[in-house]
């Protein structure tokens, strides 16, 4: 057991190939045979068991080893491996120590090659004590083989950074490295001890001119550069021995040149190339010092060196330093760069990657500001670059347009990339006159090309458009059958489209794309068709049959044709081919042009169940990133959003649709937001899911979601949208109550409610449209989403003006009662379940919904009535009756502030009516309007705190859209938009995160693998997996439903978890009853989501005030009802809550404020006044104890935190 | 950079991996995400031919080689096109140090050598000699070019 951990690969390797024939076919045909506890899966807990085992035998094993070093007479052990038993490492260290004694002997020599040091490569380090045998065998032994193995090795101990990952890492963890660590004091030789040595050998061989020695010179160079490039002492080591080669080899000969990777030359030149090369390899792999003039020097030095290896490192080196001091180096390239330079020459050299550091080293000079004033050298440049373009490697000449277009890392400016667009669509390639170098040196792979040149050099020197060259070349890689190159061709074209959509942006001049580019040749013919020999441009006649110009190209023609060949590459069978695609298709899609290819093209590929859910979210940022490219495509992208809604609504992130939703919004602009608000909302029109359905599989109007894990995601976004469309209805109306012009208690509110209706709708069809939709939503969705409904028209009623409040009000009213829904039941199209007793079940949840309303009425009659009153007798207002009214007036604030973000200093729950008498006793006692002190929530604090911290991380993105939008004129209210802005970072914190990660090209972290089973399948790795299991315990918290819904028997089981989690993690109100469920063992899980919820709920509302001093109340709104539904899954009943309630140690007293009705088991009835122990707060509610039972005869229940006033 | 090279069996058991500037703990989750690209699409096809995927801004190149996968994950300069050069390489030296496609026997018996032949090709995560005639005489200790 002990020597089990990971043996797999050692077992297969230590097998002879004679005696073992069973174990490989063993492992082709069924995994576990070969050591059940190896490789195979689940090792990972016995490996844990067995660690503490191993190291006492491993602290023996090493001891040993380490004495038989110093007493090498010991016999060989080697036959005692021939037992095909694996190998353990200690029996291998064991055998280079004694090896390395007799390191003369043919015999141990091949021991060595064959045996020892192949499975010594199995482990993923070297441990430090086979160092001193490692160097006896440098020092002695002749046979190159096992020299080179020594550098191999010897490098690997100085690379082994621990947990840095920079070693070179894989294989089998090494069991005395990490046990030496612990047994230190037994007196095991320490990495300390060796580095040293190991260090000053390799530097002394590195120095060594004889020149019989120079290979190993060179590995000894090569293997000091694994050292960590925090030893400075190591580090400056290397750059001295670096530059003394340099210095002896570095100058250039010139009677050397071309002879590019021959072989042949004297013998002195090619020791001379080899040293260069490895010189400037090690430089290559030392820290940049660009302030260094040596530095510099050797790297220009490099580009004339004959090794091709050296001079691809000595260009990247160069590009590395022309992004830090541009000048510098264009100063030192000087005439290299000239035709017939150095630089030219590299145009022809046989190295992919030479070329493609010539491509960013002359993007970065030619785009440098500090090269302004010489126009000259930017040009030479630019030349060089352009004519990468028809170079025969996609990889060169891809690099090459994406440096034309501007694209460099992920961080350069919309200007830089606007200018990249104009550059391609307007230059023009002039090749220079100088003669080709290319017949004399290339070889093979050139071949191809430099014919196609020699044969048609007159044409290539043609003037071209970089745009048809480009083009015409893309197409050609879009025929290619290799899927790399689909791929790099897609994301080519998408940078593109980047560089198009930020021109446009910029209003660039000139950027006609119906101009005609051929501006220096007289017809097409006269092109060189054989810029890519391996494919025929048909791609030509496209566009001359396109537009109707004849033979003219014009971008737009160019680009057509382009995209027509762009689009058949979705039948690619690689899934992230086909990603690519479309974000390049959703790129190059402009705002004017019908995008109902797009649309169909999408919504037929989301069909298909094979895409991964980490490529469709991918997609779904790239509709973020769009839309910061281009905000006026915000309704576009909106419906596209939606195909993702409907389509996979499991697969993919909602938060991140969300945030889309809400910045297309904000983005749509006056015009667009009746629109936007209609493609958000359009999910709520979609029939419910027909389970198993295939038909229409391709029609974006129906949802897909055959399977419950997409029928749950389905229903949590449409809650999404139901509360989106709450939230922001009056936004998108513009409609507000303290901005409507028609004062309440009206002849309107004299209307039945079909007139009434009827006049709303003409008024405002976005907000009628709205609300018809939530009222709907109210009766026929599911419970949780009528709930979301119930909340969502409240929130309308409230912020709206007549006569729609009185329309929700009447509507809700109805609902509560229960009676009408015969009246709607055509709507109702059945989900299956129970409506509930009360017929929609809601009543005890919109009572206090009514109520609020109910007081607002009132108050408004008082009002008037008083007003009447003061009329007729004509009289002035008292001071005190106007104490009265603005009391009523603060305190129907706050509670109209619990159930939505209102502005306080606005809002007007009296009526307009009431705002004179209002300014009027604030005038009059000094009182300013938005101290909003007194508000409940900001009393409790917490929307303090959200405040402060969404103050802090503004996120750009909204900031930049922002401040595009701002700038147009008739644009949105500054204070509003940033009050957006603040909130939006608030609201999407983890989805925002994501879009700015997206945006900001990151993400080289791993991928999580979905649908997992990795543990399923055994054999995976090496027996690393215990840290797979580390990682499963936190994995396992969250939703685990995706781990294949079919495949494991307990897959109900955890679908069952999912849905509880689901609704935890969403926070989405369901709320039933059992309010207390929330005090079990979900409370836990319920807190990550609590933050998150916020995405939903909070003050994202745009509402036009300045932001108040505190976020919103009505994210402590939600707060109060997110705790009943956590937990209850789907419809528990009642649920008395006397188990394991946490009593909270010392009870608080306080009064009744109002009267409280209970709604549910749970619930407390209470009269005004009343004397109450508070024992619990939960989530705005408290638990609290009657002195003596009420008349329902309950003495203890929950009532809600707003009722009762702590005394 | 390169961020990584991994050669696994058909059975998804890896053989060689070599990792560059990837953290320790996100080796695991790459091992598998290969592993499973591997399984999921890797069957059927010919030798040779290059399969493509990425995830955010990294790029993941992988073929079948014989009995053997390989994969290769890259970012920055080295995307599909690169990796795939990458990769061109590693299947020549592969074929070269083992004669033909290599069974798991084969490439087993050979492993010590494919070692010397990936430290020749990839050095500290960049690419380092693509000609597979100068890689064969850089592991048996000759200069890169002989006179």
């Given at each position: 057991m002990a020597e089990s951990s990971g043996t797999t690969l050692m077992d297969l390797i230590t097998s002879d190939g004679s005696s073992s024939k069973p174990t490989p076919a063993a492992s082709t045909t069924?995994?576990?045979?070969?050591?059940?506890?190896?490789?195979?899966?689940?090792?990972v807990v016995a490996e844990r068991r067995s660690k503490k085992g191993t190291l006492l035998q491993i602290q023996s094993d090493t001891i040993s080893a380490a004495k038989a070093a110093f007493n090498?007479?010991?016999?060989?052990?080697m036959p005692q491996r021939q037992k095909k038993k694996p190998v353990s490492y200690a029996q291998l260290a064991r055998s280079i120590h004694e090896l390395a004694a007799s390191s003369d002997q043919k015999s141990s020599q091949r021991q060595l090659v064959h045996h020892v040091f192949p499975k010594l490569a199995v482990y993923n380090s070297v441990d430090p004590s086979l160092a001193p045998s490692l160097l006896m065998l440098d020092q002695q032994c002749e046979d190159r083989t096992v020299l080179r193995y020594v550098y191999y090795y010897l490098a690997r101990i100085l690379s082994?950074?621990?947990?840095?990952?920079?070693?070179?890492g894989g294989g089998i963890p090494t069991p005395n490295w990490d046990a030496l660590a612990d047994i230190d004091a037994v007196g095991g030789v320490t990495r300390a001890d060796v580095v040293p040595r190991v260090v000053e050998r390799l530097t002394s061989e590195a120095l060594n001119e004889e020149v019989e020695f120079h290979p190993r010179r060179l590995q000894a160079l090569k293997a000091l550069?694994?050292?960590?490039?925090?030893n400075s002492e190591i580090l400056s080591k290397l750059y001295e021995i670096v530059f003394s080669i340099l210095e002896k080899v570095g100058e250039p000969q010139k009677?050397?040149?071309?002879?590019?990777?021959?072989?042949?030359?004297?013998k002195e030149s090619v020791i001379r190339s080899n040293l260069q090369y490895a010189a400037i390899s090690a430089l290559r792999r030392l820290?940049?010092?660009?302030?260094n003039p040596a530095f510099l020097h050797r790297a220009v030095q490099g580009?004339?060196?004959?090794?091709p290896v050296a001079v691809r490192h000595s260009l990247e080196i160069l590009s590395e330093l022309a992004s830090k001091d541009p000048y510098a180096v264009a100063m030192a390239l000087g005439k290299h760069?000239?035709?017939?330079?150095a630089l030219q020459d590299v145009l022809h050299l046989h190295d992919v990657l030479a070329r493609v550091a010539l491509a960013k080293l002359c993007h970065t000079v030619a785009r440098?500001?500090?090269?302004?004033?010489?126009p000259d050298i930017k040009s030479q440049f630019n030349s060089v670059l352009y004519q990468?373009?028809?170079?025969?490697s996609e990889r060169v000449c891809f690099e090459a347009i994406l440096c034309v277009l501007g694209k460099?890392?992920?961080?350069?400016r919309t200007e830089e990339r606007a200018a990249g667009w104009y550059r391609l669509s307007r230059e023009i390639l002039k090749l220079p006159?100088?003669?080709?170098?290319?017949?004399s040196t290339s070889d093979e792979k050139d071949a191809a090309p430099s014919k196609a040149t020699k044969d048609k050099s007159a044409k290539t020197r043609r003037p071209q458009p970089l745009i048809k060259l480009v083009m015409r070349r893309l197409e050609s890689s879009f025929r290619s059958f290799s899927r790399p190159v689909l791929h790099a061709a897609s994301r080519v074209v998408q940078e593109m489209g980047k560089s198009r959509a930020a021109a446009f942006a910029l209003g660039l001049q000139d950027i006609d794309e119906g101009a005609e580019v051929n501006t220096y040749s007289d017809n097409n013919e006269s092109y060189d068709p054989d810029i890519n020999p391996t494919a025929p441009s048909e791609g030509r006649k496209a566009p001359s049959v396109s537009n109707g110009i004849g033979s003219k190209d014009t971008i737009a023609s160019l680009l057509a044709s382009l995209m027509e060949v762009v689009r058949t590459t979705?039948?690619?069978?690689?899934v992230y081919v086909r990603a690519m695609v479309i974000k390049a298709l959703i790129w190059m899609q402009?705002?004017?042009?019908?995008?109902d290819e797009l649309e169909s093209i999408i919504a037929s590929e989301l069909?298909?169940?094979?895409?991964p859910a980490t490529l469709l979210n991918d997609i779904l940022l790239t509709l973020h990133a769009r839309f910061k490219a281009t905000p006026d495509m915000a309704v576009t992208l909106l419906e596209i959003a939606r195909i993702f809604a409907t389509k996979v609504p499991g697969k993919i992130d909602a938060d991140v649709l969300q945030l889309l939703w809400k910045t297309c919004l904000v983005g749509a602009g006056p015009d667009g937001k009746h629109t936007a608000l209609e493609a958000v909302t359009i999910v709520l029109d979609l029939p419910p899911p027909q389970p198993?359905?295939?038909?229409?599989?391709?029609?974006?109007?129906?949802?897909?979601?055959?399977d419950p894990k997409s029928a749950l995601a389905l229903q949590r976004l449409v809650q999404a949208a139901v509360w989106f469309l709450g939230e922001n209805a009056n936004y998108a109306a513009s409609e507000y109550a303290w901005e409507s012009a028609t004062p309440p208690g009206?002849?309107?509110?004299?209307?039945d409610a079909d007139k009434m209706v009827a006049a709303a709708s003409s008024r405002n069809p976005t907000l009628a449209g709205a609300l018809t939709r939530l009222q709907r939503c109210a009766f026929s969705g599911s419970w949780e989403i009528r709930i979301v409904a119930a909340q969502a028209l409240t929130t309308m009623a409230i912020r709206s003006g007549e006569p729609y409040r009185l329309q929700i009000y009447e509507f809700l009213h109805t609902l509560a009662q229960g009676g009408v829904q015969s009246q709607f039941s055509d709507m109702?199209?059945?989900?299956?379940?129970?409506?509930g007793a009360s017929g929609t079940g809601l009543g005890s949840l919109i009572s206090p919904m009514l109520k609020v309303l109910d007081e607002m009425y009132s108050a408004q009659d008082e009002l008037i009535k008083e007003m009447r009153n003061h009329d007729n007798a004509k009289k002035e207002w008292t001071d005190d009756e106007l104490k009265k009214l603005y009391e009523t007036h603060e305190r129907l604030l706050d509670l109209v502030s619990l159930f939505c973000y209102v502005p306080r200093a606005k809002y007007l729950p009296l009526g307009p009516t009431s705002a004179k008498l209002i300014d009027i006793y604030r005038t009059r006692h000094n009182i300013?309007?938005?101290?909003?002190?007194?508000d409940p929530a900001v009393a409790t604090g917490i929307s303090d705190l959200i405040y402060e911290t969404s103050k802090t991380r503004v996120p750009d993105l909204i900031y930049e859209t922002v401040k595009t939008k701002s700038a147009?004129?008739?644009?949105?209210?500054d204070d509003l938009v940033n009050f957006w802005a603040a909130n939006l970072a608030d609201d999407g914190a983890p989805a925002m995160n994501r879009v700015n990660e997206f945006l900001a090209g990151a993400g080289t972290d791993a991928p999580d693998?979905?649908?997992?089973n990795i543990i399923s399948r055994?054999?995976?790795?090496?027996?690393?997996?215990w840290a797979k299991t580390l990682l499963e315990t936190t994995e396992t918290?969250?939703?685990?439903?995706?781990?294949?819904?079919?495949?494991?028997?307990d897959s109900v089981g955890s679908v069952e978890t999912s849905i509880s989690s689901h609704f935890g993690g969403m926070?989405?109100?369901?709320?039933?009853?059992?309010?207390?469920?929330?005090?079990?063992?979900s409370q836990p899980k319920e807190k990550p989501g609590a933050s998150r919820y916020g995405a939903y709920e909070s003050p994202g509302s745009p509402v036009r005030?300045?932001?108040?001093?505190?976020?919103?109340p009505d994210h402590r709104r939600y707060e109060s009802f997110e705790n009943?539904?956590?937990?209850?899954?789907s419809g528990s009943g009642?649920?008395?809550?006397?188990?394991?309630?946490?009593?909270?140690?010392n009870p608080q007293f306080g009064t009744a404020l109002y009267d409280f009705t209970a709604g549910g088991d749970d619930e407390l009835s209470i009269t005004a006044g009343e004397d109450l122990e508070i024992e619990d707060e939960v989530d705005g509610w408290y638990y609290v104890k009657k002195k003596r039972p009420g008349r329902d005869g309950k003495l203890a229940g929950l009532v809600p935190v707003l009722y009762v006033t702590p005394s | 950079m390169l961020l990584a090279v991994l050669i696994a069996n058909s059975e998804g058991n890896i053989l060689v991996e070599r990792f560059n500037g990837v953290p320790a703990e996100e080796r695991l989750h790459w091992r598998s995400f290969l592993v499973k690209l591997g399984v999921d699409?890797?069957?059927?096809?010919?030798?040779?031919e290059l399969l493509v995927a990425n995830h955010k801004s990294v790029y993941i190149v992988y073929t079948v080689l014989g009995d053997v996968s390989i994969f290769v994950v890259g970012k920055d300069e080295y995307d599909e096109l690169a990796l795939s050069e990458a990769i061109f390489v590693i299947t020549s030296a592969l074929k070269d140090v083992c004669?033909?496609?290599?069974?798991e026997r084969l490439f087993l018996d050979k492993y010590g050598k494919i070692c010397l032949c990936l430290d020749e090709i990839v050095w500290k995560g960049l690419l380092e000699n693509t000609d597979k005639d100068r890689i064969k005489r850089l592991i048996r200790l000759k200069p890169p070019t002989d006179f």
């Open positions: 069924a995994p576990p045979p070969i050591d059940s506890t190896a490789s195979v899966g689940p090792p090498p007479v010991r016999a060989n052990i082994d950074s621990g947990s840095q990952g920079l070693s070179p550069t694994y050292a960590p490039s925090s009677r050397k040149k071309g002879i590019f990777g021959l072989k042949g030359g004297d820290p940049l010092d660009p302030g580009v004339l060196f004959s090794d760069v000239q035709p017939g330079g440098a500001r500090v090269l302004d004033e010489r990468l373009l028809l170079d025969p460099f890392d992920n961080s350069e006159d100088t003669p080709s170098m290319r017949d979705v039948a690619c069978e690689c402009s705002p004017y042009e019908s995008f069909s298909d169940p094979s895409w198993g359905s295939v038909s229409g599989i391709t029609s974006i109007d129906r949802v897909s979601a055959s009206t002849a309107l509110m004299m209307l109702h199209s059945s989900n299956g379940e129970d409506q300013s309007a938005s101290t909003g002190l007194n147009l004129p008739d644009a949105l209210d693998v979905e649908e997992e055994p054999s995976m790795s090496y027996d690393d997996m918290g969250e939703y685990d439903a995706r781990s294949s819904g079919s495949s494991s028997p926070n989405y109100p369901s709320l039933f009853s059992s309010k207390a469920s929330t005090h079990g063992s005030e300045e932001p108040p001093p505190y976020s919103s009943p539904l956590a937990g209850s899954g009642s649920q008395s809550f006397s188990d394991g309630r946490p009593s909270s140690g | 699409n890797l069957r059927g096809v010919k030798n040779e004669g033909k496609p290599p069974t």
